[in-house]
């Protein structure tokens, strides 16, 4: 088989690299979660495009039908998107109570405003 032949594949890496470049490269917390979506959208693809054969139909036994595909990585990935939504919605939620604790959703700004003092006069005691 050519390198054309397996075209899903090479996109699906393609999709792999730049959702993790996208979530260690940048430092804006939307962007990594969009990276991440990205990542999870190859990986569903990795297990998608086997799946399917051409020809092939619903594995409802009939005479006339002698090629099935095989249902169940469909299956694993309906559950797969829906745990990838909701993981998705609870990032968006740290990230709304991350912007109203910091204020900001860039990391190295958090990261500064974590590492400054509470209480400037001493860093380990605090005030009467």
Do not use: C
């Amino acid at each position: 088989m050519t390198i054309a032949g397996h075209f899903s594949y090479w996109i699906t890496i393609f999709l792999a690299i730049a959702g993790l470049y996208i979530v260690i490269a940048r430092g804006n917390l939307i962007k990594k979660l969009v990276g991440l979506g990205i990542f999870q959208t190859s990986v569903y693809l990795l297990y998608i495009v086997p799946g399917k054969l051409i020809g092939g139909t619903a594995p409802i036994i009939a005479e006339q039908y002698g090629l099935y595909s095989n249902p169940l990585p469909h299956v694993l990935i309906l559950t797969a998107i829906v745990v990838g939504v909701a993981t998705l919605a609870l990032g968006l939620a740290l990230v709304v109570r991350i912007r109203e604790a910091y204020g900001s959703i860039e990391e190295d700004e958090i990261l500064d405003l974590d590492k400054t003092p509470v209480f400037p006069n001493t860093a380990t005691s605090k005030p009467a």
